[in-house]
């Protein structure tokens, strides 16, 4: 099954001409398309190589420790789906899919390097229409986690 962000077309391949980006998209939706045999949990230090980790609240870490793909930036983020929704934040997004919604949200501000509550007042939990993310939200066990990719930008 294609990753949600290929399936419904939020991910764009293409770059614009003006940002002097060439990437090629393979392998980002082979990696994004096989998530579980690169995500691992444990501790911390269990996880101390992984190429990006998210931390729980419980304690434990979720690593990604798959292939880098050049030219590409990968993230995730992991939440543990019983968490309860807080009050404030279901009554501004929803609680519906909200895990699922916020890990996404977290992986989009970790790579654009914007803080969340920026991201809230620009798209709220939601992902830019014109973005060229690859991503996938998946459950792995008793959590809920979001992988994404972004193209590297180019030095300045």
Known sequence: MPPPSEADGRARHRLSAGAGLVVAA????ALVAG???YLRV????DL???????HLDDGRCVGWHGPLAPGWRVVIDAERADNPVPAALARRFGSADFW???TRAECFCKLADVPVATWWRRYGLGTPP?????WRTLRLAD???????APEQPAT
């Open 143 to 149: 959590l809920v986690v979001t992988v994404a990719f």
């Open 42 to 45: 444990g501790s911390p230090a």
């Open 35 to 37: 998530a579980e045999r």
């Open 26 to 29: 393979r392998p980002v939706p």
């Open 48 to 54: 101390a190589t992984a190429v990006t980790r998210s």
């Open 130 to 134: 014109d973005n060229v993310v690859v």
């Open 100 to 102: 699922a919604r916020w």
